[in-house]
C-alpha cells in the first residue's frame, strides 16, 4: 500500500514523494539552507522539467545541462549548481549500487536499522543527521520498520515528537516543527554567544 505522505502540503507534490522512494531520497537530500517543504517539492519540480525522474536518467546527464534544469525558474534549489551535482551523485550511487532500486536501500539483504542508518550514510549528500532523520521518515510514514529503526534514528525515531520532516503530516504538524527548530536554532546561537563571553 502507497503512503499518503502530506510534507509539502501540495497534493502533486506530495503524491510524487508518496510513491516514489527516490523522489524522496532526493527530498531529503535538498533539505538544507531553504524551507523544508520547498526542498521536498524539489523533486516534483525536476520530474515535471525532465518528464519524470529515474536515477538512471539523472546519473547519465550531461552535468551542465542538469544544472540549467535546476535553474530553471522557479528555482529547484537556492544553490542550483552544487545541488545539483550533489542529486546526480546521488543518483549515480543509486544506480551503480542498488541498481537504481532506491527500496534496495531498506529491503536487500533485510538489513536492521542501524544496516539501513549506515547504508543511508555511505550516501552522496548524507550525513549522520540527515540520514537518521530520513529513516524516521520511512519508520513514521512510509512503512519501512526494520528492527531497531527507531533506536538507529535516535531522538528523530521517537514517538510524539515535533523535531524534523518524519513529523510533519499536515499543515499544523509543519509548523510545530518549525517552531522547534526556531527554538533550537536561537538556543544554539545562545550557546555560542556566552560560550563567546566566556572565552573573552
Do not use: N
Not at 506530495?14 to 524551507?35: K, R
Not at 520547498?38 to 529515474?54: H, I, N, S, T, Y
Not at 535516535?154 to 515528537?161: K, Q, S
Amino acid at each position: 500500500m502507497t503512503p499518503k505522505l502530506c510534507l509539502v502540503q501540495d497534493p502533486e507534490a506530495d503524491a510524487l514523494l508518496s510513491g516514489d522512494p527516490f523522489a524522496l531520497l532526493v527530498g531529503m537530500l535538498l533539505d538544507q539552507q531553504i524551507p523544508m517543504e520547498v526542498a521536498f517539492a524539489g523533486p516534483q519540480k525536476l520530474a515535471e522539467r525532465m518528464g519524470g525522474l529515474d536515477p538512471h536518467e539523472i546519473a547519465a546527464r550531461d552535468p551542465d545541462e542538469f544544472a540549467a534544469l535546476f535553474a530553471e525558474k522557479p528555482a529547484v534549489h537556492r544553490f542550483p549548481g552544487s545541488m545539483a551535482g550533489r542529486v546526480q551523485a546521488l543518483a549515480k550511487a543509486i544506480v551503480d549500487q542498488y541498481g537504481g532500486d532506491t527500496t534496495a536501500l531498506w529491503t536487500v539483504g533485510e538489513p536492521d536499522g542501524a544496516e539501513v542508518l549506515k547504508r543511508l550514510r555511505a550516501l552522496p549528500g548524507y550525513g549522520e543527521q540527515k540520514a537518521r532523520i530520513f529513516l524516521a521518515l520511512l519508520g513514521k510514514q512510509y512503512g519501512v520498520t526494520p528492527s531497531g529503526w527507531r533506536e538507529a534514528a535516535g531522538a528523530y525515531g521517537e514517538p510524539g515528537t515535533h523535531l524534523s520532516i518524519a513529523d510533519v503530516v499536515d499543515a499544523s504538524s509543519l509548523q510545530q516543527v518549525r517552531s522547534t527548530k526556531k527554538a533550537q536554532k536561537l538556543a544554539a546561537k545562545q550557546a555560542q554567544e556566552s560560550k563567546g563571553k566566556a572565552t573573552t
